[in-house]
């Protein structure tokens, strides 16, 4: 066995990945091949189909050096898959498997193929609208590439898939941490030339760096805007001397909006330095807004989304009548008034209201024809109703420390999707519950991350104090158990406040998306609150709610309000199935709950057993400040946390960013450099005698190695480990599976102790991304159109 093999053996006993017996796929079919190896199609029971990745034809004959290349191949895309597969735009990884000495890697399939296929069949049948949601699609996911200092090297219309319509980067074989470039010839690039940049033709010691995947993209949105391949016309030979010497573009397409122009222009810049970094095309992408096209649809297939319930707000906003057909039809396609009456459209039920608000119904069963009187119609929001107006459904976890949304189209049930991009900050899924106000405590100056973690600026005395006089107010949740403190505003008004800001981004992204949507109209908010504090909340929230202009009218059907343990419940039970008692493990940043819940009757989940203690975050976090005061001493410390408390955030983030959440266990050689002159400067003036030598000495480094690591871990870790067994020792029924939620639940260290205690016990243990957010969107998709659609009582009040 290979090095690598043996890596990837423990990685599997490890729960790092899943592995699958690869006789558990059927159907197997080859859908795709290249320098890369192949694809196949397949079919994997209770998950449905799949892509299967080999970098090797199984039956090939390879050498022992040319098989520990391949193996290295694999797990580097693998360990690069692992990293980003939480991302909504990147295919993700469900696993491996294994066939004959060859691994293979278990992928997200894509229904409708690469983009270029995808746009060669479906191109006329895209506005403007689509095209830009596609370029947005393929510019999110490499925004995160590059959050993650990950750049791809090889951004094609092949490398780039399309699953119910939403894009997703794949093919991650050629990417590099940007520290592990070195140089990038043609030779070793194996990039296809069309969307290569003209450095590369020119020197083979040229170094691809995030401004070559720019160039890429640049090309990619050329490609979306006209559905055609780059240079036809030219060899393959030439096609390098042409782009890196003669600056061969392609040509604009009629009809591209001019900021879209501009933009995939400036992408493909001959100079890198003049192209635009990724969050500039995003912001870009994100602010061109499309008018209405010029002529309508063809009518036919508006009745026929009208009839299958997938009309838009594109669609919606658009103008019918007999009269205006007629007078443009001399300067379009449209049909005349004769090809209108005797045009078959199959209506099943088209409803309309009108002049005075009444819903009337035009069933023509015994004609499936189209009259100049059916058409005297207008479609739009005020003139047709849809048996639901609701299309989009956005959950809010409304957290004590942290809070994030996710949102989902109706007709799309299955991709729902995490916001990730926040104020100065992009890759998390939850942004601090945090507020921060001017001097008066009047208005707020910024919000969630950037509100509370500051960036550190090298200090200019050791008796420097923050210039910032704004004011922190966070977790202001918390006074509603506490109610003795007090806040310098009144809770009820930074709920409000911080409803509104983080409100403002729900619009703006639903809207970027969607953007004919009427969000007051149009849009479904279910938002989640601690249960704790759920009989108290939900009498504000809603007052709250109005005021942050999140909903129209304190009554609104389009607001509803649950518990955290119902959101969670209702996404773990889609994510696990129907196991009859399942454990909950919801690890936050205070406290530790362990539900036990069991499906009755009805199909829910009904909570059996609760248990609550404190543990999660803020616990490891005080575990490394007490390490920090060891090597460091208390003072300078506790003059950080006094002076400077948005750079102590800093350092906490960094610490979770760099070692809570990747922290596994099983790397002995794992070494953490806490650098302070990097990290937190100010700490460099609070630091004294004997200690300040030695750090001096070291460069302002401290290393943090795998035993101090574990050893900051170990007595949380072991807290959570005997609660889930006491937990499980007095369950009077045997779990069947465990479901693991919350902030702290995201530690890798966490998960791989939860599973090797547990494994023998329990068979199925996941662990469940965005349980809050993702539960209270489904939770919205099941309950349209419900009578009882104020507030749900379900899951917190039902035990058994």
Same mark, same amino acid.
């Given at each position: ?14 729960? $790092? ?21 192949? +694809? ?121 898939? +399309? ?26 690039? &194996? ?17 691809? =760096? ?23 016309? !030219?060899?393959?030979?030439? *096609? ?19 900021? !879209? ?45 009208? =009839? ?11 103008? $019918?009548?007999?009269?205006?057909? &007629? ?39 015994? =004609?499936?024809? %189209? ?9 739009? @929001? ?27 189209? +109706? ?26 106000? /001017?001097?008066?405590? @009047? ?5 969630? !991350? ?21 004011? *922190? ?24 406040? !911080?409803?509104?800001? %983080? ?19 149009? #849009? ?37 309000? %649950? ?29 530790? /709950? ?44 506790? *003059? ?54 030695? *750090? ?8 943090? /190695? ?9 007595? +949380? ?6 609660? %889930? ?15 693991? #939620? ?34 209270? #969107? ?19 009040? &039902? @035990?058994?």
């Amino acid at each position: 066995m290979t090095l690598v093999a043996k890596w990837i053996d423990q990685k599997i006993k490890d729960k $790092y990945i899943h592995y699958f017996e690869y006789d558990k796929f059927s159907q197997i079919v080859e859908i795709g091949r290249g320098g890369f190896g192949k +694809v196949s199609r397949a079919y994997l029971a209770n998950t449905g189909l799949v892509a299967l990745k080999s970098f090797v034809d199984e039956n090939s004959d390879i050498e022992e050096d040319e098989l520990n290349r391949l193996d290295d191949e694999f797990v580097k895309e693998l360990e690069l898959l692992r990293e980003v597969d939480y991302h909504q735009n990147i295919n993700r990884i469900l696993g491996i498997t294994k066939v004959s000495r060859f691994y293979i890697l278990v992928l997200e399939y894509a229904n409708e193929g690469n983009l270029r296929d995808y746009l060669k069949k479906k191109f006329t049948l895209l506005k403007w609208n689509d095209k830009i949601q596609m370029a947005l699609d393929i510019t999110c996911g490499l925004r995160f590439l590059h959050f993650k200092e990950i750049i791809h090297r090889d951004l094609h219309s092949k490398n780039i898939l +399309v699953n119910n319509g939403k894009l997703l980067i794949a093919d991650l074989g050629l990417s590099k941490k940007l520290a592990e470039v070195t140089t990038n010839s043609l030779a070793n690039t &194996k990039g296809m030339i069309e969307y290569t940049e003209p450095q590369c033709f020119k020197s083979a010691k040229y170094k691809k =760096n995030k401004k070559s995947d720019i160039y890429s993209l640049g090309a990619l949105l050329w490609e979306i805007s006209s559905g055609k391949r780059l240079f036809p016309d !030219y060899s393959q030979n030439i *096609l390098p001397f042409h782009i890196g010497y003669s600056k061969l573009r392609e040509e604009p397409i009629d009809g591209t909006p001019k900021e !879209y122009q501009q933009l995939y222009q400036e992408c493909w810049n001959d100079e890198p330095n003049l192209r635009p970094d990724i969050e500039k095309v995003y912001e870009t992408l994100s602010q061109i807004k499309i008018e209405n096209p010029p002529h309508p649809q063809s009518l036919q297939l508006i009745i026929n989304k009208i =009839n299958y319930n997938t009309i838009d707000n594109d669609d919606l906003n658009i103008s $019918y009548s007999l009269s205006s057909i &007629k007078e443009s039809s001399h300067k379009s396609n449209e049909l005349t008034e004769k090809e209108l009456k005797n045009d078959d459209i199959n209506i099943k039920k088209l409803i309309i209201k009108d002049s005075v608000g009444n819903v009337t119904y035009n069933n023509n069963q015994n =004609n499936n024809s %189209i009259t100049s009187q059916s058409l005297n119609i207008h479609l739009n @929001k005020k003139n047709i109703k849809i048996e639901n107006n609701i299309h989009i459904v956005v959950g809010l976890d409304f957290g004590t420390t942290y809070s994030g949304f996710a949102y989902c189209h +109706v007709n799309e049930k299955n991709h729902i999707i995490s916001n990730d991009s926040w104020p100065e900050t992009i890759g998390p899924f939850k942004i601090n519950t945090a507020l921060q106000y /001017d001097k008066m405590y @009047k208005n707020v100056k910024s919000w969630g !991350y950037s509100a509370l973690v500051k960036k550190p600026k090298k200090p200019k005395s050791k008796y420097e104090q923050n210039s910032d006089n704004n004011k *922190l107010v966070e977790p202001f949740k918390l006074l509603l158990d506490e109610p003795e403190q007090k806040l310098p505003v009144d809770y009820q008004k930074a709920i409000t406040d !911080y409803l509104g800001e %983080i409100g403002k981004l729900i619009k703006e992204t639903v809207e970027t998306r969607w953007p004919r949507l009427d969000y007051f109209e149009n #849009v479904l908010l279910v938002l989640t609150v601690p249960i704790e504090f759920y009989e108290k909340l939900k009498a504000i929230i809603r007052i709250c709610a109005f005021d942050a202009k999140l909903i129209k009218e304190k009554c609104s059907t389009n607001l509803q309000v %649950i518990t955290d343990s119902e959101a969670a419940a209702v996404c773990c039970m889609k994510e696990l199935g129907h196991d009859p008692v399942q454990q909950g493990i919801d690890c936050s940043d205070d406290t530790i /709950d362990l539900i036990t819940l069991k499906l009755i009757n009805n199909g829910q989940l009904a909570e059996i057993k609760r248990t609550r203690d404190f543990s999660g975050n803020t616990f490891i976090n005080a575990e490394f400040i007490k390490y920090l005061r060891k090597m460091l001493g208390d003072e300078p410390i506790d *003059l950080l946390r006094e002076n400077h408390y948005g750079q102590m955030q800093y350092l906490i983030q960094d610490f979770c960013r760099c070692i809570k959440i990747p922290f596994t266990g099983d790397e002995p050689d794992f070494l953490y450099k806490f650098d302070i002159e990097e990290i937190a400067p100010i700490l460099k003036q609070y630091i004294t005698y004997d200690k300040k030598e030695t *750090l001096e000495e070291d460069e302002w480094i401290i290393e943090i /190695d795998f035993k101090t690591i574990e050893s900051i871990f170990k007595p +949380v870790i072991q807290k959570i480990l005997m609660l %889930i067994n006491d937990q499980l020792d007095n369950n009077y029924e045997t779990c069947s599976a465990m479901f693991l #939620v919350g902030g702290f639940n995201e530690s890798k260290y966490l998960q791989n102790k939860v599973k090797q205690k547990f494994c023998s016990k329990i068979n199925n243990i996941s662990v469940v991304h965005q349980p809050i957010s993702h539960g209270a #969107v489904i939770y919205g998709l099941n309950n349209i159109g419900n009578d009882e659609y104020i507030e749900s009582d379900y899951y917190h009040n &039902k @035990k058994i």
